[in-house]
């Protein structure tokens, strides 16, 4: 009867275009599981249309084990939802092997080593670990209790790495602070020109944050073809995406245009660092955010 089905979340503008090659694309640079999983994908001509169809049973039946299955069915909901996946543990959690994973189970959690093995079997990394429901541990076996205490003694890991916060609040409302400190001073007299080896003064900076565009240009333009390329396609799939129509044939002296244009000043420069750090180039996302002061 239609009308005892329950509404259904629509997916974001732009999945449903996805090809299957957009789909094994995000399952390595967005969720990052191995290459085997994104082209089991592939394999099985799962496309956008499909994916958003998606749920951990279907996963699973294409043969991928538990642990990245629970990962990518977690990346998949926020996904769903139109927001981005953000972690709520440090690093050192979420790069634990599966090995390092058993370990932590027996040594700290304690629980009985047939429970560790068998997460052990399925994949179950640190990355993994960390998106795990209590009903993910009962479907592979493991009882309430130790499940239970799992979950307990791995939320006691959330929030204790500075490194884990969100940094782009924190660098927009930083950028914001600033530039009321620079009106502040507009009728300061002007400050010199840096000489050469010399930090950029503040003023150059305001310059830089009242128009990103030149400085996330010079930042693209150190991509290679193929970075570029990513990067295009995680602006078309960010929250509130850049349409492909806009990106089509662009140089990144457009690029970064339309990103100022698409987000506003403030809003660029954070987006531009979050999705270099997606496409795995943390040292020019690192390099932009510094230079922008």
């Given at each position: 009867?239609?009308?005892?089905?329950?509404?259904?979340?629509?997916?974001?503008?732009?999945?449903?275009?996805?090809?299957?090659?957009?789909?094994?694309?995000?399952?390595?640079?967005?969720?990052?599981?191995?290459?085997?999983?994104?082209?089991?994908?592939?394999?099985?001509?799962?496309s956008g249309d499909s994916l958003v169809n998606f749920e951990k049973k279907d996963i699973l039946d294409l043969g991928i084990k538990h642990g990245p299955a629970v990962k990518i069915a977690s990346y998949l909901e926020r996904l769903k939802e139109g927001s981005q996946h953000e972690s709520q543990f440090p690093a050192h959690v979420e790069n634990r092997t599966k090995e390092e994973v058993t370990q932590w189970l027996l040594?700290?959690?304690?629980?009985?080593?047939?429970?560790?093995?068998?997460?052990?079997?399925?994949?179950?990394?640190?990355?993994?670990?960390?998106?795990?429901?209590?009903?993910?541990?009962?479907?592979?076996?493991?009882?309430?209790?130790?499940?239970?205490?799992?979950?307990?003694?791995?939320?006691?890991?959330?929030?204790?790495?500075?490194?884990?916060?969100?940094?782009?609040?924190?660098?927009?409302?930083?950028?914001?602070?600033?530039?009321?400190?620079?009106?502040?001073?507009?009728?300061?007299?002007?400050?010199?020109?840096?000489?050469?080896?010399?930090?950029?003064?503040?003023?150059?900076?305001?310059?830089?944050?009242?128009?990103?565009?030149?400085?996330?240009?010079?930042?693209?333009?150190?991509?290679?073809?193929?970075?570029?390329?990513?990067?295009?396609?995680?602006?078309?799939?960010?929250?509130?995406?850049?349409?492909?129509?806009?990106?089509?044939?662009?140089?990144?002296?457009?690029?970064?245009?339309?990103?100022?244009?698409?987000?506003?000043?403030?809003?660029?420069?954070?987006?531009?660092?979050?999705?270099?750090?997606?496409?795995?180039?943390?040292?020019?996302?690192?390099?932009?955010?510094?230079?922008?002061?």
């Amino acid at each position: 009867d239609p009308k005892m089905s329950e509404p259904t979340t629509e997916p974001p503008p732009g999945i449903e275009t996805w090809t299957k090659e957009d789909v094994r694309h995000w399952l390595m640079t967005e969720v990052k599981v191995h290459e085997t999983c994104a082209d089991r994908f592939c394999e099985e001509e799962v496309s956008g249309d499909s994916l958003v169809n998606f749920e951990k049973k279907d996963i699973l039946d294409l043969g991928i084990k538990h642990g990245p299955a629970v990962k990518i069915a977690s990346y998949l909901e926020r996904l769903k939802e139109g927001s981005q996946h953000e972690s709520q543990f440090p690093a050192h959690v979420e790069n634990r092997t599966k090995e390092e994973v058993t370990q932590w189970l027996l040594q700290h959690v304690k629980v009985h080593s047939k429970y560790a093995e068998r997460l052990q079997e399925e994949e179950v990394s640190g990355d993994c670990l960390v998106c795990f429901r209590k009903q993910d541990f009962l479907d592979l076996e493991v009882k309430s209790g130790p499940a239970v205490k799992i979950l307990k003694e791995l939320g006691r890991l959330k929030n204790k790495d500075s490194a884990l916060r969100p940094v782009f609040p924190g660098i927009r409302w930083s950028l914001r602070a600033k530039n009321r400190q620079e009106n502040k001073k507009t009728n300061a007299p002007l400050e010199k020109t840096p000489g050469k080896g010399q930090l950029p003064t503040s003023q150059t900076k305001k310059k830089e944050a009242d128009n990103p565009a030149p400085l996330i240009k010079k930042t693209l333009d150190r991509l290679g073809k193929a970075d570029l390329k990513s990067f295009c396609f995680e602006l078309e799939n960010y929250g509130n995406p850049v349409p492909r129509s806009k990106l089509e044939d662009k140089d990144t002296m457009d690029i970064s245009t339309l990103v100022t244009d698409h987000y506003g000043c403030e809003e660029a420069l954070c987006i531009t660092r979050n999705i270099l750090q997606k496409i795995n180039q943390n040292k020019l996302a690192s390099q932009l955010i510094n230079h922008a002061g």
